[in-house]
C-alpha cells in the first residue's frame, strides 16, 4: 500500500470536519461530531451476561436501552472512574445497515474542532500485529497528535450484533 501524499489526499478529505475530542488516559482522541448524539454523566450501567470484557452492560436512556463500552478497556488501558468521566452517546452503523446508539465511556470530553484535509494524516503502519482498521487518520490540533476513531469500526461488528441479540 503506497503512502505517498497523492494517494492519501482522498482519504484525508473524506475525513475533513468537525471532531469531538475526548480524552482517554492522557491521549486524545476524534470522534465525528455527527455521530455524537449526547455526552451524559456516567450513571448505574447493568452488566449483561457473556459480553467481550469492554462492554459494561447497557443503560436506560429516556425509556431506549442502549448498550455501553468502556473505550479504555477496548483499547487495552485500565480501566478508572474520575469526576470527569462521561458516556458520549454515538451512533454506531452496522454491517446490516442498521443504525444503533451506544454509549462510550471516555475520561473527559474536550472540545469540538474543526479538521481541514491538509490537517488529517492517514494512519500510520505499525506492522501486521497492530489493527488500526478502526483509526481514520491522525490529525495534528494546536501542534498535539489526535487519534482519529472509526466510531462504526471501534466495536467490532460481531460485537454490535451480539449486543444488538442480547438487549
Do not use: W
Amino acid at each position: 500500500m503506497s503512502t505517498s501524499h497523492a494517494s492519501s489526499a482522498p482519504i484525508a478529505s473524506k475525513h475533513a470536519g468537525k471532531y469531538l475530542t475526548v480524552v482517554l488516559d492522557h491521549e486524545a482522541y476524534g470522534i465525528a461530531v455527527l455521530k455524537v448524539r449526547e455526552i451524559i454523566r456516567l450513571q448505574k450501567i447493568t452488566t449483561v451476561p457473556q459480553m467481550p470484557d469492554f462492554v459494561k452492560g447497557v443503560i436506560n436512556l429516556r425509556g431506549r436501552v442502549i448498550p455501553v463500552v468502556d473505550l479504555r478497556v477496548k483499547f487495552g488501558l485500565k480501566s478508572e472512574y474520575a469526576d470527569r468521566t462521561c458516556i458520549v452517546v454515538v451512533q454506531v452503523k452496522l454491517a446490516t445497515d442498521q443504525v444503533i446508539q451506544m454509549g462510550l465511556i471516555v475520561d473527559s470530553v474536550e472540545e469540538v474542532v474543526n479538521l481541514p484535509a491538509e490537517e488529517i494524516e492517514p494512519t500510520p503502519e505499525f506492522g501486521t500485529a497492530v489493527d488500526t482498521s478502526y483509526l481514520l487518520g491522525m490529525a495534528k490540533v494546536k501542534g498535539q497528535v489526535k487519534t482519529l476513531l472509526d466510531i462504526d469500526r471501534v466495536v467490532a461488528p460481531e460485537t454490535v450484533q451480539a449486543i444488538a441479540k442480547a438487549i
